[in-house]
């Protein structure tokens, strides 16, 4: 019998951002900084390829007054990887065609997350959940100001597909309600076809530190930074349940090491 589920992973390296550490681990000292990964997962599904997130919208970036606009905090700093679209050459490195994607699921709405929906609009259905969406959509002087950038999605042709929930997108990758860091943030559970398998907890939790020990992520909307810990040992119970290691999003060492590794696929 053939088993369903995910038959290759492919990570991506979409860029990275030096920021304060506190960002992404309450309490830490505000002088401490870090350069942490932008991350991107492919998943070949039946059907196609599933992509989970999408990097930033480089136009933000290299125009410099709207540079100024969306990024002119002196305490943060975004880097692309290279002179084109981050998307565009990070498939080409895996060989991989833009077209070939037929889905796009995205964590969450910031703007290191969303940014590249850009390349999706009018093309393939794209996750998030409802609550996501309309906080991103509802014209709240404060959606701005929490690094949710109207322009990356606002597009009436992209293909929404919104869930209220955990929800399966496809044989083999589970969307799992992780709200706190924005309030409809997803984390991912992949099963590989030959059995074993990942959970992708994406900013529910950036960094191993914030695993290992629960520490309370430091950037939430809506909640208090110690409600964030609870998203955290959801993902570790099913990840622990199922015998699956449990990816933090932003990890510097680890986020490279998986990118390194080979054998990430299903029989």
Request: net charge negative; hydrophobic share 40%; charged share 25%.
């Amino acid at each position: 019998m053939t088993r369903h589920g995910v038959r290759r992973i492919v990570p991506l390296l979409l860029g990275w951002e030096e920021l304060p550490k506190s960002v992404s681990v309450h309490g830490a000292p505000y002088e401490e900084r870090v350069r942490e990964p932008v991350p991107a997962v492919l998943l070949e599904c039946d059907g196609g390829w599933l992509l989970l997130d999408t990097g930033f919208n480089t136009a933000l970036l290299r125009d410099p007054a709207l540079r100024r606009r969306f990024y002119g905090s002196p305490n943060y700093r975004p880097i692309l990887p290279g002179p084109g679209e981050p998307l565009e050459e990070a498939l080409d490195a895996a060989g991989i065609p833009m077209d070939a994607i037929h889905a796009v699921a995205v964590s969450h709405l910031h703007a290191d997350h969303a940014g590249g929906l850009k390349h999706f609009a009018g093309r393939v259905p794209v996750h998030v959940q409802r609550e996501e969406l309309a906080y991103g959509l509802s014209g709240r002087p404060e959606v701005e100001r929490n690094s949710i950038f109207r322009v990356d999605f606002d597009d009436p042709r992209i293909d929404w597909q919104q869930a209220d929930g955990d929800v399966e997108l496809a044989p083999g990758v589970t969307a799992v309600l992780t709200a706190g860091h924005t309030p409809g943030h997803q984390s991912f559970v992949v099963d590989l076809a030959g059995g074993g398998g990942f959970v992708f907890a994406f900013d529910a939790a950036d960094l191993t530190e914030n695993i290992e020990h629960e520490r309370p992520i430091g950037a939430s909307i809506g909640v208090d930074p110690e409600r964030t810990v609870e998203p955290i040992r959801r993902l570790k119970r099913i990840a622990t349940e199922r015998g699956y290691e449990l990816i933090p999003g932003h990890d510097p060492v680890v986020w490279p090491e998986l990118m390194s590794r080979r054998g990430m696929s299903g029989a």
